[in-house]
């Protein structure tokens, strides 16, 4: 069973400052990882999706990267802005196991909490 | 497209009563997942179906909870009859599986129920 951990669970950090969010998952047979931005009290927002064939998927100020064979992914904020402040969650996809098959589960991690202090 | 749909967006009932969540995906896509969102277990998978046939509903948590999706564009998540502990925010999410496709889900705003 995939097991996705995500550490911090919470982090503050002052305006300008680079952000980095850590991602690991114990099963390498990945077929894409997602990134996710939740508002309180709103839905889950898709901000990059990294295909297994690649290393890091680029937006704007974001960059994730993916490590595969270590099962780890980082998701890079540049330049943090109060606006930043969000919990982020990172999301494994399986890869695909034939028509209907009972495999097409999303494994989350349980998020980290940004607060970017202005 | 106005990406996923989901009414309503809160509700507030009494225990035992019967709850209907609703959904609309995005056009096109061919899986409809349902998630519920709570402190202590985070996000859940509850049911999933491809071209509107429930492929896994192991996540559903007792029989007071079903799901149906009469056809590609409409799904309802329904629970009878309702409890305290089923308060939480209930998502739901489409995507697109083709060969070649991202598999990228994406989520509703979410339903927030609260049973009292």
């Known amino acids: 069973k995939q097991e996705v951990t995500q550490i911090p669970a919470a982090l503050s950090v002052p305006e300008g400052e680079n952000l980095v969010l850590n991602c690991s998952f114990t099963?390498?047979?990945?077929?894409?990882l997602q990134w996710f931005r939740q508002d309180p009290g709103k839905g889950l927002t898709s901000l990059l999706l990294i295909q297994s064939s690649q290393r890091e998927q680029t937006s704007g100020r974001l960059n994730a990267s993916l490590d595969k064979s270590s099962g780890r992914s980082t998701l890079y904020i540049a330049a943090s802005q109060p606006g930043d402040s969000a919990t982020y969650l990172c999301a494994v996809i399986p890869p695909p196991g034939g028509l209907g098959a009972r495999d097409y589960k999303l494994s989350f991690g349980a998020g980290t909490t940004v607060t970017v202090r202005a | 497209d106005a990406g996923v749909i989901q009414s309503p967006r809160h509700e507030v009932t009494e225990m035992g009563q019967e709850v209907t969540l609703r959904c609309k995906p995005i056009s096109g896509h061919d899986y409809l997942f349902w998630y519920r969102q709570t402190m202590m277990r985070g996000l859940e998978l509850l049911i999933y179906f491809n071209n509107n046939v429930p492929i896994d509903d192991s996540g559903m948590p007792e029989d007071r909870f079903s799901a149906k999706m009469p056809n590609a564009s409409f799904s309802t998540l329904k629970i009878q009859p309702s409890e305290p502990r089923d308060s939480a925010v209930y998502f739901c999410?489409?995507?697109?599986?083709?060969?070649?496709?991202?598999?990228?889900?994406?989520f509703g705003p979410g339903t927030r129920l609260t049973v009292t």
């Open positions: 099963d390498s047979a990945i077929y894409n």
């Open positions: 999410a489409s995507s697109r599986r083709i060969a070649g496709a991202s598999y990228e889900q994406y």
